[in-house]
């Protein structure tokens, strides 16, 4: 019996090395950067690192902002993209990017990426204010998903692991970063988080990334909190530089009130076209995706900047 477990164990331990050789070789999963607290109370990437994205000869870099992807500051007109894991986008190759494709459409301006997974709409204006001071752009794209609204506000539902604001108390409310220790051990150990990230069965809803939302299975208090919400930002954030680009699945209500609030927006439209999803589970854009994306958002730069 002693013989057979550990024969079993030593066969566990070379299927185990195989696999994790073979995922590193080819590259089958991103390696994933460390995160740190800044102090305005965002998770930024801790600097110095550097990784290789999804099957991608070319490594990503954090830049000296804390930032991956695209990051020039070199010509007069700079625009920063932010959001959640759709711009930091590490299942694709950085000439996938909405910084790197934008800047090939629009050669003589600098994008400047600022993308994490799991950032809110608050967040998101919060890292606008920070942005406005440390690379004073002329424009600030803020990409959004139709989770982000509802993911911003704690009374809608509270996460731990999300900067969210409380309607209630008028308050914004830092996140923590979870199990850092668990998450470094998981990240660099490659066969381990491949298993993660493609069979998620023992993670709980906080940590799976975007969350399904439907609005119109909420009740209607929850329009007033979204009311609210733009209420608040209108008050407390710059938005005279501020272009929000909206996922084509976006919320009519949500449309709708961010048009009351004059907020200026790229609606996207994904009509008659093929699928933008990488596919398999997986809702982030591939490549085709962020190309499509990125031709309806510079065409509307075009026309701004031409005015």
């Known amino acids: 019996m002693k013989k057979f477990i550990l024969s079993l164990i030593v066969f566990f331990i070379l299927l185990g090395s195989i696999g994790e050789i073979i995922i590193r070789v080819f590259r089958l999963s991103s390696d994933i ?32 902002f804390g930032w991956m992807g695209t990051s020039d500051t070199s010509k007069d007109t700079l625009i920063t993209i932010i959001g959640d894991s759709f711009i930091e986008n590490i299942m694709n190759p950085i000439e996938c990017n909405q910084g790197s494709i934008l ?24 890292i606008s204010k920070v942005l406005n001071i440390e690379v004073e752009p002329k424009y600030q794209l803020i990409y959004l998903n ?31 970063i979870k199990s850092p220790g668990l998450k ?66 976006m919320d009519k209500e949500i449309v709708s009130l961010m048009n009351e609030y004059n907020l200026k927006i790229i609606l996207l439209d994904s009509k008659g076209d093929k699928k933008w999803e990488i596919g398999n589970g997986d809702k982030h854009w591939s490549c085709y995706g962020h190309n499509r994306v990125s031709k309806q958002v510079g065409d509307y730069l075009s026309e701004i900047l031409n005015q």
Not at 39 to 64: M, P
């Open 33 to 64: 950067p460390e995160r740190v607290m800044d102090e305005f109370g965002i998770q930024r990437f801790k600097l110095g690192q550097s990784g290789y994205y999804k099957k991608a000869k070319q490594k990503w870099n954090v830049n000296k």
């Open 146 to 176: 139709p989770t982000d609204l509802p993911e911003s506000i704690s009374e809608v539902q509270l996460y731990s692991d999300r900067l969210q604001i409380s309607i209630e108390k008028n308050d914004i409310q830092t996140s923590q």
């Open 103 to 126: 800047n090939n459409l629009l050669p003589n301006i600098s994008f400047f990426e600022a993308g994490r997974s799991g950032v809110t709409f608050i967040e998101a204006m919060e």
């Open 184 to 249: 470094k051990i998981l990240y660099n150990i490659k066969l381990l988080y491949y298993l993660y990230s493609k069979y998620p069965i023992l993670v709980d809803k906080q940590n799976k990334g975007e969350i399904d939302y439907d609005f119109s299975e909420r009740e209607k208090a929850n329009y007033t909190l979204f009311r609210n919400f733009f209420s608040y930002i209108t008050v407390n954030y710059r938005l005279d530089n501020l272009l929000f680009v909206l996922h084509p699945d």
